[in-house]
């Protein structure tokens, strides 16, 4: 029986910075998980941070990679705080065929469709979509009334931006609207532990 894809151990790079002194970082780049210590580290001081923050990391990936079950519940949670219970989606789930959408709806139904290039974002970010799919159930629209149901939310701006961040590195620079579907799915009409999805540790202080 082959292993199971979490019970492998991660590729890790050490890089050691005289520059760094307080702090130690973990993140993943290419494929591996690199974690930066400050350079006057020991060999035993070096393994105990790296085991500590490759836990830390895939923790922080776990909780940012919900399953539907868990997205369903995070977005009653969010009607319930944001848009006052008002909506109850019958079903909420990640797909991969969304293309260049972040999420769709079906007024219909009350299905939500979540893209899977949302999985390991900011929180903040997610949450947002799936407001805004929520939002499209009370109102199929991207006008004033619309928008005026994620005014409460305060991350509307910032999730906004970074989406379209995103959306433009991938597209080499061609991006165009936020990456959302209308109701049914036609085009749109028009980030301790860092909001960037790295773990970060203070050290207590400098050594003697």
């Known amino acids: 029986m082959e292993p199971d894809a979490a019970e492998i151990a991660p590729e890790v790079e050490v890089r050691r910075s005289r ?27 070096e ?21 539907d079950d868990e997205l369903v519940t995070r977005a009653a949670r969010l009607s319930s705080t944001y848009l006052g219970g008002a909506v109850r989606p019958t079903s909420v789930a990640w797909v991969g065929n ?9 007024p219909s139904n009350g299905s939500i469709r979540i893209s899977d290039r949302l999985r390991g974002m900011p929180t903040w970010v997610l949450d947002y979509v799936l407001l805004h799919e929520l939002a499209h159930l009370v109102d199929a629209g991207h006008g004033p009334a619309f928008w005026a149901l994620l005014e409460g939310y305060p991350h509307t701006e910032r999730a906004r931006g970074f989406l379209s961040g995103v959306s433009f590195a991938q597209q080499d620079g061609s991006a165009g609207g936020d990456g959302f579907a209308d109701a049914d799915g036609f085009g749109d009409d028009d980030d301790g532990f860092g909001d960037d999805g ?9 050594r003697a």
């Open 19 to 45: 520059r760094r002194t307080r702090t130690v970082t973990a993140f993943r780049e290419r494929g591996r998980v690199v974690v930066a210590i400050p350079a006057r580290f020991s060999r035993a001081e």
């Open 98 to 106: 969304q293309g260049r959408r972040w999420g769709s709806c079906s």
């Open 47 to 67: 393994a105990a941070w790296v085991e500590r923050m490759v836990a830390r990391l895939e923790r922080t990936e776990r909780r940012r990679r919900p399953s």
């Open 198 to 206: 790295d773990a970060d540790d203070v050290l207590a202080g400098p």
